[in-house]
């Protein structure tokens, strides 16, 4: 027995006419007759009670096509659900991120990639800056947004966009009001305490941020390291120093401090695998190509 004839079977005990029955399935009468009378041999008893007007399931028929309807429709299911598992259109996708997106781009990027897919999973995982090519090379994430390119040579970076770093201070700062500065107008804050990440760091990141200050004139009078951006918007809001930061962290504690734009600009990049063909991540470049990075404050 096989399922092509159990689809027969299904078909003639929804019809109970052979003739009918054969023009929907498009095979002959004699055909379809002899389909199920093997499926009869082989099970042993009679599926139908025939005669020259009228064909009526046996009791044993009637209680193998309601089994065998919901058999089918199973399969059909698991079917369904393999070819969309292979498409990529169920299935999961583990993304690293900074924590400066998390308020900004992200959140809509994932709107987008679930009003698109709803049946991809994307599991988050924040991911520091020096971690991301180690997490993608040993395969524990898929993708990952970052501030530099990748190094490694089975890395495949995509530029996403550029925006601006911003001075971060407390909402009673005196530069509080200010929307933007010069480069040179930091100096005016030379006496005043930052909290900072480690500037002695070989990322691009404190590449940068060392370009900052010597362009402006000074060395920072640190208070406090951190490489956790969330903790230096905490240690700001609370007055313990202030930082500079790309203005995507502006959407964090938007009450507590004020973000004021300056000149230099920091990069977001994708990260992944080149060659790595998991359907999910296909997808989700795909989604990543067609998304706004525009940041909307």
């Known amino acids: ?40 041999d082989e099970l042993g008893f009679d599926l139908f009670e025939r005669d020259k007007r009228n064909v009526k399931l046996t009791p044993a028929g009637e ?11 199973d399969y059909e299911s698991v079917t369904r659900r393999a070819s969309l598992i292979a498409s990529g259109e169920i299935g999961a996708i583990r993304i690293g991120h900074p924590a400066s997106i998390t308020f900004s781009v992200l959140p809509d990027l994932l ?24 997490f993608l090379q040993s395969h524990r994430i898929d993708i990952a947004f970052n501030r530099e390119t990748a190094k ?14 911003a001075l971060v201070v407390p909402a009673q700062h005196r530069f ?6 010069k480069l040179q107008d930091l100096y005016k804050l030379k006496d005043e305490e930052f909290v900072l ?13 060392r370009a900052i200050f010597q362009e402006a004139g000074f060395d920072p009078i640190i208070h406090v390291e951190s490489d956790f951006g969330v ?14 930061m790309p203005i995507s962290y502006s959407h964090h504690m938007k009450h507590e401090v004020h973000f004021i734009k300056i000149p230099p600009t920091s990069d977001l990049l994708a990260l992944w695998r080149e060659g790595d063909v998991n359907p999910a991540l296909q997808i989700f470049l795909k989604v990543i190509a067609a998304f706004d990075f525009k940041l909307k404050r």
């Open 152 to 165: 490694a040579r089975d890395l495949i970076s995509s530029h996403l966009m550029t925006e601006n770093f």
């Open 197 to 209: 990440p480690a500037l002695t760091g070989k990322s691009e990141h404190a590449s940068q941020l």
């Open 1 to 40: 027995m096989n399922l092509q004839q159990i689809q027969y079977f299904l078909a003639l005990a929804d019809e109970l006419h052979f003739w009918k029955t054969s023009e929907k399935v498009f095979i002959t009468q004699s055909a379809l007759s002899r389909h199920i009378k093997s499926m009869e």
């Open 111 to 134: 709107l987008a990639l679930h009003q698109q897919h709803p049946h991809i999973v994307a599991q988050m995982i924040e991911v520091d800056a020096v971690d991301v090519e180690p």
């Open 231 to 244: 903790t230096l918007l905490g240690l700001v809001a609370k007055g313990l120093g202030i930082s500079i």
């Open 176 to 181: 509080a009001r200010k929307r933007e500065l």
């Open 63 to 73: 209680f193998l096509r309601d089994q065998y309807a919901k058999l089918l429709a």
